[in-house]
């Protein structure tokens, strides 16, 4: 697929044009005149009666019987006030969207009707390779008939700012791609994804990206480390866990502390003994989506040459019943000493994270831990899947990610983390447990987590509420696997040092 931004109508595909409109600025269509007279006639005639208000989301379309373009599409911007990026991602998405089933080669957005009147030139450029990347996503792996044609709609931008706007597609294209590689991955049923593939894949990915190094422990490795909480929540399994740790240094040796980034990894999560209701369940595939945000970060991060220094961790493990399954009432001793009542062996993936974020501190001195999963259930009641919820123990890092996420397109929501909430996972019989209450669920579970943080700034991402859709409410992202984190992180990253 070609996407690029052109001053040259030449380069224009003539299929279709796109013309952007702001309501109550429907007179800047006469910016047109300067670039294709036909053209204009054509956009005036289609204006004349009135009807088009301009509206976000709406359309007028014709064929046109003159000038270089053969169909003619406006499109509704609506208020200028109201667009942000967001909002541009969407308006993309659902011209794409339109012309994904038409029988044509591509199609040309007409720019300067619009650019001007957005933020910045390279968060548009980026946006717009989003929206049209993202919104073709299809898992098609499974169907034995696949419709592959219209990932190869040519997209044009005629007239945008040569520079930034251009700079953006490019980086915007390679965020998507590797999103839509990771929603890939998450989509993955679990009788093909296990904790050995997601390694696996680890190791693919490394050795196919300049720069990153990827190294996976197995179960004796595992265990001489003293990873209690992953070998406990594996034990059910007959599939193994394994630990991955990547590496990226993209800073020529200048930042001495790595940032880290830990991912959830549990290929399956059927709740263990504490076992799910089965309504559902299906959807438990995607308990790994922290794992594969750490995945696409690491990749993107390496292809964009950002310059800086990262440390990727996934515990993975399948989280089963059986002879052999952890059990309520267990106590475990973690490997940073702390013990852990079991109450529910569905709290598993807070278990696993524990370690990896012992080993975080411990073997690392980190700049910053950044953790992501699927943790609990309470997160999409609190915020349904418009938001993910984040906590942390370091303001600095909390308004990075508040600051970064309106560009990013992907949104955060801060809960607190008063000393009070400590109480609620107090044990009789050992340090904590694992599950408490009442209520906070998704407190809980980030409070749980910071007992394993020694001396470094953290911030925890519940991603449970927006790792999935259900249905696709937003033009650009499709049902099912979202890959929610990773263009915040990028976006953060990106503005690491700024
Ligand atoms: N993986 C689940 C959380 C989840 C639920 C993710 C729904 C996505 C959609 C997690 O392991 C879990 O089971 N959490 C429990 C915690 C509880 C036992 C304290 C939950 O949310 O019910
Ligand atoms: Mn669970
Ligand atoms: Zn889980």
């Not at 000038?67 to 006030?81: E, H, P, S, T, Y």
Request: proline share 4%; charged share 25%; hydrophobic share 40%.
């Amino acid at each position: 697929m070609r996407m690029e931004n052109t001053l040259t109508l030449n380069k224009c595909p003539k299929d279709a044009i796109v013309i952007p409109l702001f309501e109550n600025h429907l007179e800047d269509v006469s910016i047109v005149k300067k670039y294709d007279k036909a053209l204009h006639t054509a956009l005036s005639k289609l204006l004349k009666p009135g009807d088009f208000k301009a509206g976000f989301g709406s359309v007028i379309s014709t064929y046109a019987d003159s000038g270089a373009f053969k169909r003619i599409v406006i499109a509704g911007c609506g208020k200028l006030r109201e667009f942000d990026t967001e909002k541009l991602r969407r308006l993309i998405a659902q011209v794409d969207g339109i012309f994904q089933s038409y029988n044509i080669r591509g199609y040309t957005v007409f720019m300067p009707t619009l650019l001007p009147f957005t933020s910045s030139d390279y968060l548009s450029g980026k946006a717009v390779a989003e929206a049209v990347v993202l919104s073709r996503f299809n898992f098609i792996t499974f169907k034995s008939k696949k419709d592959k044609k219209i990932k190869g709609l040519n997209v044009v931008f005629w007239n945008a700012p040569k520079g930034d706007f251009q700079k953006g597609i490019k980086d915007g294209r390679v965020i998507a791609d590797n999103v839509n590689t990771i929603r890939e991955l998450i989509s993955m049923p679990s009788n093909v994804l296990t904790p050995v593939k997601i390694a696996e894949t680890a190791q693919d990915i490394a050795a196919k990206t300049d720069g990153i190094t990827c190294e996976v422990f197995d179960e004796e490795k595992i265990k001489s480390l003293n990873f209690n909480g992953i070998i406990a929540v594996g034990k059910g399994s007959v599939n193994p866990p394994r630990f991955v740790v990547m590496e990226y240094d993209g800073s020529n040796g200048s930042q001495k502390k790595p940032i880290i980034i830990v991912g959830k990894g549990v290929s399956f999560d059927t709740g263990g003994i504490s076992l799910k209701p089965w309504s559902g369940m299906e959807k438990m595939k995607y308990d790994m989506a922290g794992s594969g945000v750490v995945l696409g970060v690491m990749k993107t991060a390496a292809e964009l040459k950002l310059p800086l220094k990262l440390v990727g961790l996934i515990p993975t493990v399948e989280n089963m019943p059986g002879s052999n399954a952890y059990k309520p009432g267990d106590v475990i001793t973690m490997a940073s000493g702390l013990t852990v009542e079991v109450i529910s062996t569905d709290a598993e993936g807070r278990l696993i994270l524990a370690d990896a974020l012992h080993y975080a501190c411990d073997a690392y001195k980190p700049e910053a831990v950044i953790d992501l999963a699927t943790l609990t259930g309470a997160c999409a009641v609190a915020l349904g899947s418009k938001a993910c919820a984040i906590m942390g123990n370091n303001r600095g890092l909390i308004r990075r990610f508040q600051q970064n996420a309106d560009n990013a397109g992907e949104k955060v929501w801060e809960l607190p983390m008063w000393p009070e909430y400590d109480e609620l996972i107090k044990s009789d019989i050992a340090d904590i447990k694992n599950s408490g209450g009442p209520g906070a669920g998704t407190i809980v579970g980030g409070v749980f987590l910071k007992q394993f943080i020694k001396n470094a700034p953290w911030l925890h991402l519940d991603i449970a509420s927006t790792s999935w859709k259900d249905s696709s409410e937003k033009g650009y992202l499709g049902k099912g696997a979202t890959g929610f984190g990773i263009r915040l992180l990028c976006e953060i990253l990106r503005n690491w040092n700024a």
